[in-house]
T-cell receptor
């Protein structure tokens, strides 16, 4: 069973700051997913990666397979980035997602 | 852009009643999932479904739960006799394949409140 840990649990920052959220997992995976959950509850997929780095706008996700660790970075953070960011993993031959507890990000104007 | 839809957005029911949560996955997707999130907790896997049968289920998914794809578009989760602890947000998701490399697309969720 894969244990997915995220840090920090809560993060408050000023607008414009560079944000880093970390995720670690205990068992090898086929892919790692970063998801965003807004206050209304809906979940949106941000990234899916199995190696290296991906960038989308101000968001960057990296993964180190050897260290079983991933980071999500937000550059030039904005109040609209305020949400819960969730890391989830899928195993080999196993399509279900195992979720972390999420990081609640609040960006203050 | 295609999206997963869920109805209703909010369901309130009395303990012991049956509820059916409905989902319409993305039309060319083949793999379907239900997850739930109890308030303040992390999202948990319930069940995955492919080719008209359950491919995996969690220990949460006991005999009170069932899933069905009654037609070509809907995917339903039934809870036969609801308990207070079934109160949660239920998310449906779909993906094009199950390689583990494929993105899952989530619906907006159904908030179930059991009184």
């Amino acid at each position: 069973k894969n244990e997915v840990e995220q840090s920090p649990q809560n993060l408050t920052a000023q607008e414009g700051e560079f944000i880093t959220i970390n995720c670690s997992y205990s068992v090898g995976i086929s892919a790692l997913h970063w998801l965003q959950q807004h206050p209304g509850g809906g979940i949106v997929s941000l990234f899916m990666l199995s190696s290296g780095k991906k960038k989308h706008g101000r968001l960057i996700a990296t993964i180190n397979i050897q260290e079983k660790h991933s980071s999500l970075h937000i550059t030039a953070s904005h109040p609209r980035d305020s949400a819960v960011y969730i890391c989830a993993v899928s195993g080999f031959g196993n399509e279900k997602l195992t979720f972390g507890t999420g990081t609640r990000l609040t960006i203050i104007p | 852009e295609p999206e997963v839809t869920q109805t209703p957005s909010h369901q309130v029911t009395q303990m012991g009643q049956e509820v059916i949560l409905r989902c319409v996955p993305i039309s060319n997707h083949l793999y379907f999932y239900w997850y739930r999130q109890i308030l303040g907790q992390k999202v948990e896997f319930l069940v995955s479904f492919y080719n008209n049968e359950i491919s995996e289920k969690s220990e949460i998914f006991d005999d009170q739960f069932s899933v069905e794809r009654p037609d070509g578009s809907n995917f339903t989760l039934k809870i036969r006799s609801t308990k207070l602890e079934d109160s949660a947000m239920y998310f449906c998701a779909s993906s094009a394949d199950t390689s583990g490399y494929n993105e899952q697309f989530f619906g907006p969720g159904t908030r179930l409140t059991v009184l």
